[in-house]
Nanobody
Framework: QVQLVESGGGLVPDGGSLRLSCAAS????????MGWYRQIPGKARELVAF???????NYVDSVKGRFTVSRDNAKNQVYLQMNSLKPEDTAIYYC???????WGQGTQVTVSS
């Protein structure tokens, strides 16, 4: 059974940091592009950061310079380091493999002002 399980969300103050992890099981992330997405209730899911199978990274403009996506194929995990968090970063964050249509259940990130 394929699973993507996110962890590391929580409540932090404005300017704080969090590190999200995404553990994959039932399939190997090696060879797949992986992404972090976020969604605010009532709004469309937004791609936040993307890392290709060979390590190229892309970010939405609003998080450039603050967020860093990484992967550890040996551990079958993907990470999102989030620094200088802002209240507008508050959302449910999802890990996803769009090519294989595998998605996690999400982890809540709340940044208090």
């Amino acid at each position: 059974q394929v699973q993507l399980v996110e962890s590391g969300g929580g409540l932090v103050p404005d300017g704080g940091s969090l590190r999200l992890s995404c553990a994959a099981s039932g399939f190997l992330i090696t060879g797949y592009n992986m992404g972090w997405y976020r969604q605010i209730p009532g709004k469309a899911r937004e791609l936040v950061a993307f890392i290709t199978f060979d390590g190229d990274r892309n970010y939405v403009d609003s998080v450039k310079g603050r967020f860093t996506v990484s992967r550890d194929n040996a551990k079958n995990q993907v990470y999102l380091q989030m620094n200088s968090l802002k209240p507008e970063d508050t959302a449910i964050y999802y890990c996803g493999c769009p090519t294989a249509d595998h998605w996690g259940q999400g982890t809540q990130v709340t940044v208090s002002s």
